[in-house]
């Protein structure tokens, strides 16, 4: 199958048929094919260290260079996560702000200071808007599950799984994703939210809840 040979840069079954169509085989058009390929791929700029003297500067040169660049502090992240695991700051990845709930020792003070400078110049900390930019803007979350109506695993588990698929992947594309086998033998999908029974080309929605159906 010709989609496996760009499995490692996640073209799904249906992105690489539509490809096919338009170009034809990729022999002697590889150029071609490299460009419709990396179209359907997001780029983003994550700008890292901008909690630095001097990063207002080259953030700009960048901005003027490349798009989609955004301004991130992974230092600012790391110190938001630890804090938050440690139940010292109420956090939630990509907002603007923190709330502490506990008193800091002064090293941690300090280190939050850093992170209350980097919010209150950049917004936030840029690291979950990298990734919406670059996993959301092209892309929707799928949850699979083996109860439709229960939306669990085969062992009860509630929405133990959720897989990232490109906009106008198909139910196939799904069961691919889940596993080859399961595409190669795939019957049918169930909707979760209505128990409506889809075919292989039914085009997944953001935050769809599936139930695949295939033969032994």
Avoid: C
């Avoid at 992105?15 to 150029?31: C, D, F, T, V």
């Avoid at 502490?100 to 939050?112: D, W």
């Avoid at 992170?115 to 919406?132: C, D």
Wanted: net charge neutral.
């Amino acid at each position: 199958m010709l989609v496996n040979a760009f499995t490692g840069l996640g073209v799904s079954p249906s992105q690489a048929e539509g490809i096919l169509n338009k170009l034809g085989y990729p022999e002697g058009k590889e150029g071609d094919w490299a460009r419709e390929i990396l179209g359907t791929r997001v780029r983003v700029v994550a700008a890292n260290k901008v909690d630095v003297e001097g990063a207002e500067d080259w953030v700009k040169e960048l901005q003027k260079r490349f798009e989609n660049v955004v301004p991130t502090s992974a230092l600012a992240e790391l110190i938001l996560r630890r804090a938050a695991r440690g139940g010292y700051v109420k956090y939630v990845p990509g907002d603007g702000d923190f709330e502490v709930l506990k008193p800091l020792t002064e090293e941690q003070r300090k280190a939050l200071e850093l992170v209350r400078r980097v919010l209150e110049r950049w917004g936030s900390t840029g690291v979950q808007e990298a990734i919406n930019r670059a996993v959301l803007s092209r892309n929707i979350v799928v949850f699979p599950v083996a109860d439709e109506n229960r939306w669990t695993d085969g062992e009860g588990n509630v929405l133990p799984d959720a897989l990232v698929l490109p906009k106008g992947s198909t139910a196939l594309d799904l069961a691919y994703a889940i596993h080859t086998d399961i595409g190669k033998k795939f019957i049918a999908a169930v909707d979760g939210r209505t128990k409506r029974r889809v075919g292989k080309d039914y085009e997944l929605k953001h935050l769809d809840v599936i139930r695949i159906v295939a033969g032994r």
